[in-house]
């Protein structure tokens, strides 16, 4: 491997919540940044605020794309990346950030919706890490850094389809960590617990039941320090870490109705105001 190659990081969801501040923190490590998100308005701005502060990274290459569109992913990043004269041998670091949830019971989820998330959380971030491996093989090393979730750990009542998806991306990149061991590719499988974000209101979740939640660049830090550390697993922060110990050696039928409950809390109307 060059010693004077560049350093690439490709993150999807980009444009907001984690992804976006894992894109500042990676700018201020010097990566050269590939943003991939949804929303080209958001991305475009986030370029010229990266170019025009004190933490510039040498390049930044945004990216619009419907991940969701899981038949043409690979096409549109190949495409940016002739476009942009960057070598896939160049991208040090991928981030699978991008990802949605609903909330509500699952028989009642709406279809549409259910598969566009599937395909967000599922399909597009295993077509991105299929096509990342084989280059940071070739290219001597590299991380894969996916964004679960504490919900990952344990069933998740009334977050069915989210619960699930976020149980095959941990279980998907512990298998893969072991897969690439020896080809010195880190698979990094971060799962943060809430987090303030756009998220829960896309999920149909008032904020307000969360109390309050720490910043997206905050977690952005723990992933960072998780990244440099190669951890396989990273819980992010205190509650999610012990959960990560305690909610899969619950009994699952303790476990389930545990998170059911507290489901189900949040879905129940607010407590009526004394005047």
Known sequence: ???????????????????????????????????????????????????????????????????????????????ALAAATIDPGEIALVVNAAGSGAFGPFAEENATAMHRAIRLNIDAPAAIIRWAVPHLQARGGGTICNIASVAAFTPGPLMASYYAAKAWMLALGESLSEEVRGDDVHVVTCCPGPFASEFHEAAGIEGGRLGRLPTADRVAGTVMRSIRRGRVVAPVGAAATLWAVIGPRLPRRWSRRLIGAVQRRRSAPPPARLP
């Open 1 to 79: 491997m060059c010693a004077d190659r560049r350093r690439w990081a490709l993150v999807t969801g980009a444009s907001a919540g984690l992804g976006r501040a894992l894109a500042y923190r990676l700018a201020r490590d010097g990566y050269d940044l590939l943003l991939l998100a949804r929303r080209a308005e958001r991305l475009e701005e986030i370029a010229a605020d990266l170019h025009a502060g004190d933490a510039l990274t040498p390049r930044v290459v945004a990216v619009p794309i419907d991940l969701t569109d899981t038949d043409t992913i690979i096409e549109v990043i190949t495409t």
